[in-house]
């Protein structure tokens, strides 16, 4: 095979590492790189590197090991992992593939395929009906009431609008487009749910005014595809895993934060 992609070269290194058969690759004076470090080398690159022929990686990977098996030997008889500040950034450096692992464990256990799958189905099933509508926004109860008696009239609805309306959508006859519930303020929205296509309201009052409005369409939005959601399905339930957990966790511990702004002079140099 000239290609290998990164879930095989996983795959190879799983395998090598459960068979006795995991070769020699290269020796540094008296340590191997075995088959499976490679590897699990090739595993840690970046993801463009799983698209190259797995002949053009070989050879640099190899180097590369070897050059770092060189370092670190140099380094270690320089006794550079035995200072302070080498064990402080070696502790960083553990808590954060304490937090990478704890996160990831999480993520398998809380975020399966099949969950985010039900996310989809519940979401497909309660798409909700979505309005476009026009209006005629106005000072008093009077004006809607002539602006309405005019439309139910035959006068057109734009004309009006555009002629009458103190609202943004003016200029456009008052067309607000698409909205689905939870848009508009209550009493307008539950006013345009009260409609047929092509009937007119009564006026409407609201913080903004009086409102004479006019439904065009009612529509129940298509469902997106689940391979096109499931990344966006899958994100947001990760989030929601991760926030429940953290309440959980803060919810068990004795927390208290003795200093809740920084204090004078923090972080600035003598």
């Known amino acids: ?12 290194g799983a395998a090598a590492a459960t068979h006795a058969a995991d070769g020699a690759v290269a020796t540094v004076d ?16 970046p993801p463009e590197a799983a698209a190259t022929p797995l002949e053009d990686l070989w050879a640099p990977v190899v180097a590369r090991m070897i050059n770092d098996r060189l ?23 553990e808590e954060e593939l304490l937090r990478q692992t704890y996160y990831r464990i999480l993520v398998a ?4 395929d099949e969950r985010v799958r039900e ?10 009906e979505e309005l476009r509508a026009s209006h005629v926004l106005v000072a008093t ?16 609805f734009a004309e ?17 487009g698409w909205f689905g519930p939870g848009v508009m303020v209550p009493e307008f929205d539950a006013a345009a749910r009260a409609l047929a296509p092509g009937e007119v309201s009564e006026p ?23 391979a096109e959601m499931a990344g966006e399905l899958k994100e947001q339930l990760v989030l929601q895993a991760i926030a429940q957990d953290l309440e959980r966790l803060r919810s068990s511990a004795d927390i208290e934060i003795v200093q809740p702004a920084p204090p004078q002079g923090f972080g600035r140099e003598p």
């Open 1 to 12: 095979m000239s290609r290998l992609t990164l879930a095989a070269v996983l795959l190879a």
């Open 30 to 45: 008296d340590e191997t790189i075995l088959e499976s470090d490679v590897a699990a080398f090739i595993a840690g690159l």
């Open 71 to 93: 370092v670190i030997g140099e380094a270690r008889e320089r006794g550079y992992h035995t200072g302070e500040a080498f064990a402080a950034e070696l502790a960083r450096l």
């Open 109 to 112: 256990r809380a975020v399966p």
């Open 119 to 128: 996310a989809w189905d519940a979401w497909s099933a309660s798409r909700a």
């Open 141 to 156: 109860r009077g004006e809607a009431l002539a602006v309405a008696e005019s439309a139910r009239a035959g006068a057109d």
């Open 160 to 176: 009006l609008a555009m002629a009458h309306s103190t609202g943004p959508s003016a200029p456009r006859g008052g067309d607000l």
């Open 204 to 226: 409407v009052e609201t913080a903004f005014g009086w409102h004479v409005i006019r439904l065009e369409a009612r529509r129940v939005p298509e469902a997106r595809p689940f």
